[in-house]
């Protein structure tokens, strides 16, 4: 487990089929779930304190993985700004025929703007497709970690984790 991790530091799809946090295919088609790309056991649980719904759990051990109950989750995405590793997605595959809706942390400025395109980076940060802003959420209780939502064409919802801007021809 983890090759990919241990020797690059970025999770490959490999690493992510042993994730007891990584939601079923149906599920995603269901609508609105998150998607735990947490790997490491370390003493963190703040997502199950937070998810009002008992969706996630880390059970006695603290340093266990988190546990996603995929019928519980409802994709409220209260998660995604708390985790303090950046690793809790959202993935709803139910978008549209052809775009998912992929939502994670974003602790960068600028912000993007709704309706702006983008490209979407996977988890190396690599450019995987032209991406549309569609909600920027930044609320005070969100502490400074915004959450940004893009679609995307739905073959590439399982790898954009993040964005790049598109740089303006002059």
Do not use: W
Request: contains cysteine.
């Amino acid at each position: 487990m983890q090759e990919s991790l241990s020797k690059t530091g970025v999770l490959a799809k490999g690493d992510l089929a042993e994730s007891p946090g990584v939601p079923s295919e149906e599920r995603m088609k269901k609508g609105p779930v998150v998607y735990i790309e947490c790997m490491e056991e370390i003493p963190c649980n703040p997502c199950e304190f937070i998810c009002p719904h008992g969706a996630i759990s880390v059970g006695k051990q603290i340093i266990d993985l988190p546990v996603l109950d995929e019928e519980k989750c409802d994709g409220c995405g209260l998660c995604i700004p708390i985790c303090p590793g950046l690793a809790i997605f959202l993935v709803d595959k139910s978008y549209s025929e052809q775009e998912a809706l992929v939502a994670f942390p974003y602790e960068l400025l600028p912000l993007p703007e709704v309706g702006m395109t983008v490209y979407g980076v996977d988890r190396e940060g690599k450019a995987g497709c032209k991406a549309s802003v569609v909600k920027v959420l930044n609320p005070k209780k969100f502490d400074r970690t915004p959450v940004i939502y893009l679609a995307v064409p739905k073959e590439f919802a399982l790898d954009v984790r993040n964005f790049k801007f598109i740089e303006k021809e002059e």
